[in-house]
T-cell receptor, first 118, second 114 residues
Framework: DTEVTQTPKHLVMGMTNKKSLKCEQH?????MYWYKQKAKKPPELMFV???????INESVPSRFSPECPNSSLLNLHLHALQPEDSALYLC?????????????????FGEGSWLTVV | AQSVTQLDSQVPVFEEAPVELRCNYS??????LFWYVQYPNQGLQLLLK??????LVKSINGFEAEFNKSQTSFHLRKPSVHISDTAEYFC????????????FGSGTQLTVLP
């Protein structure tokens, strides 16, 4: 079962709100990712967690704050976002972690959370 | 560094016609190649992948792709498309070492016309 579950599917928030996106996988994967995707564009990597530790931060603004409470869960906390942050946010996971993992390990994506900042 | 080029941003094709979506890559290390499909308003689904071995890989819904090292290509083909194949298709590459992150192409919108 290759399933990554994301909630909520849709989120509308004001620029002063604080909200969170949640992601869960039960495949035993130890690498988890957040991607941002604008319309008609490929996904852009934001963060990578490997064995619950933040391994990669692709120079993402601090108004996005990731959290990995355990090996199955990944959150993205949102605060003081801008309208240009409106996008599809995709969570993904892959087997093993980044270090020592086979580079060919497939990355499995969730259905995404559609975020609109007003 | 690695990169992926999808030569066609949009490919319209009539139902039951064959289609080829082109993908070329560049990398200084060994690569692993993937095709992902994104149906309207959905996330990305893995369509097929090349890791090693046979250079021709196939998906369960009739798509196939061939890894061509000399031409650095991984084109996606289907002999007869259906309306339900309408989607955005992304080619992606992963390398080893510092290039092990997934790098996507810009995507190809396949539109199957009745």
């Amino acid at each position: 079962d290759t399933e990554v579950t994301q909630t909520p599917k849709h989120l509308v928030m004001g620029m002063t709100n604080k909200k969170s996106l949640k992601c869960e996988q039960h495949m035993g994967h130890r690498a988890m990712y957040w991607y941002k995707q604008k319309a008609k564009k490929p996904p852009e990597l934001m963060f990578v967690y490997s064995y619950e530790k933040l391994s990669i931060n692709e120079s993402v603004p601090s108004r996005f704050s990731p959290e990995c409470p355990n090996s199955s869960l990944l959150n993205l906390h949102l605060h003081a976002l801008q309208p240009e942050d409106s996008a599809l946010y995709l969570c993904a996971s892959s087997q093993g972690g980044l270090q020592g993992a086979q580079p060919g390990n497939t990355i499995y994506f969730g259905e995404g959370s559609w975020l609109t900042v007003v | 560094a690695q990169s992926v080029t999808q030569l066609d941003s949009q490919v319209p094709v009539f139902e039951e016609a064959p289609v080829e979506l082109r993908c070329n890559y560049s990398s200084s290390v060994s690569v692993y190649l993937f095709w992902y499909v994104q149906y309207p308003n959905q996330g990305l689904q893995l369509l097929l992948k090349y890791l090693s071995g046979s250079t021709l890989v196939k998906s369960i819904n009739g798509f196939e792709a061939e890894f061509n090292k000399s031409q650095t290509s991984f084109h996606l083909r289907k002999p007869s498309v259906h309306i339900s194949d309408t989607a955005e298709y992304f080619c992606a590459v992963k390398g080893s070492g510092s290039a092990r992150q997934l790098t996507f192409g810009s995507g190809t919108q396949l539109t199957v016309l009745p």
